[in-house]
């Protein structure tokens, strides 16, 4: 009868406890994301100031209408689908490969690029590209960005691909083998398909990270290739404007629901 009336005590604490911690889990998630929703509600406003005057869409059809906007995403697009393509098929090998000779050395290394500054990842970039230049007599152009963001792209990648590899059953491949299948059949017919839902999560989150890039890609873009991350950084420097806002809610909901994709991708 004691035990049975301490269990009745602690219950009502533990209920309280849960609720201070959801009220708290809540309290922070609207800290982070007081700004977005603030910046959304915004773009929406017909005023070109922070005094809201009515229900309006003009700050999008000037977005639309935009020629230096609309280059900056077309830019921004092509860089970021081949820089993620490229960056997943080499990613995946790699972590393949890791995995394989199950090297800590080489897996403790890809955190590397993640803590270096990118500023310090960019300018890197710039003296290798200057030094190349000077033999192949080229300059800064787009495809110096989409191999700035390979580079950088593929430690995400690996440590994705890595993450599933962790769980992956390596006796699957063997009785593969055993069964007559060579290594590259048991890798594309046994192996591949189980690292599916990584692979296009890993390229969704390479997506994302290489289309938000500004100080990598600043540093490494020619004229011609401005992305829509240094139009838009442009564009506040000269003053805030709702058009920012409304380019912003756009790109925020967008890549919104490729992370949630990607997230659910991972949990497969």
């Excluded at 999008?60 to 077309?74: F, S, W």
């Excluded at 092509?78 to 897996?107: D, E, F, M, Q």
């Excluded at 409304?246 to 659910?264: C, K, N, Q």
Aim: proline letters at 3%.
């Amino acid at each position: 009868m004691g035990r049975g009336a301490g269990h009745r005590f602690k219950w009502p604490a533990i209920i309280s406890a849960n609720r201070a911690l959801a009220a708290y889990s809540a309290l922070a998630l609207a800290f982070l994301h007081a700004p977005l929703l603030i910046l959304i509600a915004f773009s929406f406003n017909a005023s070109r100031f922070t005094i809201w005057e009515g229900f309006s869409l003009r700050w999008y059809r000037a977005a639309i209408g935009d020629p230096e906007l609309t280059e900056g995403l077309v830019n921004s697009l092509i860089i970021a689908v081949v820089a993620a393509v490229l960056s997943t098929v080499i990613g995946t090998l790699a972590a393949y490969g890791i995995w394989r000779k199950a090297n800590r050395l080489l897996s403790g290394s890809l955190y590397l690029s993640l803590v270096t500054p990118e500023i310090v990842t960019g300018v890197s970039l710039l003296a290798l590209f200057q030094w190349a230049f000077r033999f192949l007599h080229m300059r800064l152009g787009l495809y110096t960005v989409i191999i700035a963001h390979i580079a950088f792209s593929i430690a995400y990648v690996v440590i994705v691909i890595s993450a599933r590899l962790g769980s992956y059953d390596r006796t699957l491949e063997e009785a593969a083998m055993d069964l007559g299948a060579g290594e590259w059949h048991a890798f594309t017919r046994v192996t591949l398909p189980a690292l599916a839902p990584a692979i296009a999560a890993a390229g969704l989150l390479a997506l994302v990270v290489s289309f938000d890039d500004y100080v990598i890609t600043s540093l490494v873009a020619g004229v011609d290739s401005q992305t829509l991350p240094m139009v838009i950084y442009a564009m506040a420097r000269r003053g805030v404007s709702p058009v920012v806002n409304a380019v912003s809610a756009l790109i925020v909901v967008a890549f919104g629901a490729v992370i949630l994709v990607s997230e659910r991708l991972q949990k497969r």
